[in-house]
């Protein structure tokens, strides 16, 4: 099992940017597929970016393709979701997940708040 906390989160204008971060403990981190979600209020959680286990090979809902870049650090047991060009629209508690498959989440962080204004 692996324990998944995210950082990075904030408040931030439209157009602006943000980098999330997701701290990872526990089992073999590099031995995961990892994937970005995200809440909006009253809506149900929505897939948003992954990454293999090497990095080489990433996947974009295509709400955020062309904005969010997911990237991982294997030394560093992170991982990351640069999101550039952000829209108020946007505005939702982020998660990182460990991917068993497809786009489903396995191991699950806190999530951390992304709120952008208009």
């Known amino acids: 099992q692996v324990q998944l906390v995210e950082s990075g989160g904030g408040l931030v204008q439209a157009g602006g940017s943000l980098r999330l971060s997701c701290a990872a403990s526990?089992?073999?981190?590099?031995?995961?597929?990892m994937g970005w979600f995200r809440q909006a209020p009253g809506k149900e959680r929505e897939f948003a970016a992954a990454?293999?286990?090497?990095?080489?090979?990433?996947y974009y809902a295509d709400s955020v393709k062309g904005r969010f870049t997911i990237s991982r650090d294997n030394a560093k047991n992170t991982v990351y979701l640069q999101m550039n060009s952000l829209k108020p629209e946007d505005t939702a508690v982020y998660y990182c997940a460990t991917i068993i498959t497809g786009t489903i989440g396995q191991y699950w962080g806190q999530g951390t708040q992304v709120t952008v204004s208009s």
């Open positions: 990454i293999s286990w090497s990095g080489g090979s990433t």
């Open positions: 526990g089992d073999t981190f590099s031995s995961y597929r």
